[in-house]
């Protein structure tokens, strides 16, 4: 099963509208990374969260990490076609065997419509 | 630009053909890894190296093979492809920092076996 659930798997917004999209863990996340991707691109780092309740924002772009740090969700307000793409998060977490690793969401694709 | 640095970006092959992908990184990072990334499964780790010298089956290892040739360079062979290796592959590069592993991604291959 997978380790990070990323919810929707797929969005398509008109321009303009506000998203939000989600990133569950069973465990602990003990740092939390947004990425977006473009087709034929790589993934472009946005941000990382560490801290219980801690939220960052870069344009009109803003994550937060919930108090229990299982769940991250990335608000976009008044989304812009410059906005399509796959956002992926990934996280650090302990694994049932006790040990530190980097696990990832399967991916959102946000569609646009001017 | 400091970063991580794939070739080729696209690439077709018929089943049964070998290839090496190709990864350097310029940051100093310790740690190199190969990823392929398939619609509705994420990032699965493939193979990765902690250090100069070292190296380690990740999730996905069979078919492929990995050499890291120096701290720079971390290759990805495929000794006879195979449709179900059809995938996009990423190379990453991490460093593990105070708040956890800051990762950098490579523009990615995008490989089609035939």
């Known amino acids: 099963s997978q380790e990070l659930e990323q919810s929707p798997q797929s969005l398509i917004v008109q321009e303009g509208k506000n998203l939000t999209i989600n990133c569950t863990s069973s465990k602990t996340l003990y740092g939390l990374y947004w990425y977006k991707q473009k087709y034929g691109e790589g993934l472009i780092f946005l941000m990382m969260l560490q801290k219980g309740g801690e939220e960052k924002s870069h344009e009109k772009i803003t994550a937060k990490l919930d108090e229990k740090k299982q769940q991250s969700s990335l608000h976009i307000t008044a989304s812009q076609p410059s906005h399509a793409g796959i956002y992926l998060c990934?996280?650090?977490?302990?694994?049932?065997?006790?040990?530190?690793?980097?696990?990832f969401g399967t991916g959102t694709k946000l569609q646009v419509i001017p | 630009n400091a970063g991580v640095t794939q070739t080729p970006k696209f690439q077709v092959l018929k089943t049964g053909q070998s290839m090496t992908l190709q990864c350097a990184q310029d940051?100093?990072?310790?740690?190199m890894y190969w990823y392929r990334q398939d619609p509705g499964m994420g990032l699965r780790l493939i193979y990765y190296?902690?250090?100069?010298?070292t190296t380690d089956k990740g999730e996905v290892p069979n078919g492929y093979n990995v050499s890291r040739l120096n701290k720079r360079e971390f290759s990805l062979r495929l000794e006879s492809a195979a449709p179900s290796q059809t995938s996009v592959y990423f190379c990453?590069?991490?460093?593990?920092?105070?708040w956890g592993y800051g990762y950098t991604f490579g523009s990615g291959t995008r490989l089609t076996v035939v």
């Open positions: 990934g996280a650090d977490i302990i694994d049932s065997g006790g040990y530190q690793k980097v696990t």
């Open positions: 990453a590069s991490s460093e593990r920092t105070l």
């Open positions: 940051m100093n990072h310790n740690s």
């Open positions: 190296s902690a250090s100069e010298g």
